[in-house]
Each structure stands twice: as C-alpha cells, then as structure tokens.
C-alpha cells in the first residue's frame, strides 16, 4: 500500500477519531459530571445534611389579659385565625377554620353568628353548625390564665364545647 493509506488507517484507527472511542468519552464526562454535581449538592450548605425547616409559629400563644376583651363580646385575633369569646367571667376560644372546606369565617355582629363567605355555612355563637354545608361545629380551643395574669389559647388541644375558662 502507498504511504497515504497507511496514514488515514492510523488517523482513522486513533482514540480520538473512532465514533466508539467519542461516546464512551462523552458518557464517562457525562456520569462524572452527574456525580460531582450531586456530591458538590450533598455537602453543600443547601444539601440534604442539612434538614430544610420551615418555620411554624406555636401552637400556644397569649392572647392578651382578660380586661382587654370586653363583656358579652366576641374578639377576632386573624393572625391566629381564633375567635375569643367572653361571657361574664367566661372565656372561650373558638377555630376560624370553616369545617366544610377550610375557608376562614367571620362574627356577624347584628345576626349574632358566624358565617362563611364562601359556601354560606352558619354556626350560632358557641359555634354549632345550623345552616350550610359544614359537617360538625368549629373546634374549640384549650385556655387557660398565665402567671402574668395573660390568656394563653393552646390551639394543640381540641376540647368539648361545654369547656369555659372561669376568671
């Protein structure tokens, strides 16, 4: 053979020319670069050694003292989607959360009622459901008096309904 064929042969035959030779190069970077970009991952400060918190507010909290809630009244704290209810010496805290789907209702001054906006469930003041689709009444909430003299709702504990904080 001449000189010239030898030659291609040899650059033909060579690692870097044959398609085999490429792609067994081209998947090794590929599996090494995967494996480097999750080992980098797992010791990174973002990396699963690390456990991703969210932050959750308490599940008791106070409420204020019981002269801040006047009498015969029901007081809406939205930030912790309670109602706190006062009768006399009396003192309930009752669930925001509508029990049909979760929707955040309201105290109807002139009815005397909750209602929800969005599918139109009632519940009377001590929070029985009368109207609406709602399954079962608003949950009522654990209080109690701290040392300071402040209400402290623990929405962790669910109680009866016939459950009053007496001061």
């Not at 033909?12 to 020319?17: D, E, K």
């Not at 030779?21 to 998947?27: E, I, P």
């Not at 670069?33 to 308490?58: D, I, N, Q, Y």
């Not at 003041?125 to 609406?132: L, S, Y």
Request: with cysteine.
């Amino acid at each position: 053979m001449a000189a010239g064929v030898e030659d291609k042969e040899y650059v033909a035959g060579s690692t870097w020319t044959t398609r085999r030779s490429f792609f067994t190069y081209a998947g090794w970077a590929i599996f090494l670069g995967t494996t480097l970009a999750f080992v980098a991952k797992m010791f990174s400060f973002t990396g699963f050694f690390f456990p991703k918190v969210l932050f959750e507010p308490s599940k008791k909290f106070p409420v204020g003292y019981p002269a801040d809630f006047p009498d015969h009244s029901v007081v809406t704290i939205k930030a912790r989607r309670v109602f706190v209810e006062r009768d006399g010496n009396d003192f309930i805290a009752i669930s925001m959360i509508c029990q049909h789907l979760g929707c955040a209702v309201h105290w109807t001054e002139e009815k005397g009622v909750f209602e929800c906006p969005c599918h139109g469930s009632k519940y009377y003041r001590d929070g029985v459901n009368f109207a609406g689709p709602a399954p079962r009444p608003l949950y009522h909430f654990e209080m109690h008096v701290s040392d300071e003299g402040k209400l402290i709702v623990d929405t962790s504990q669910i109680v009866e309904r016939d459950t009053v904080l007496t001061i």
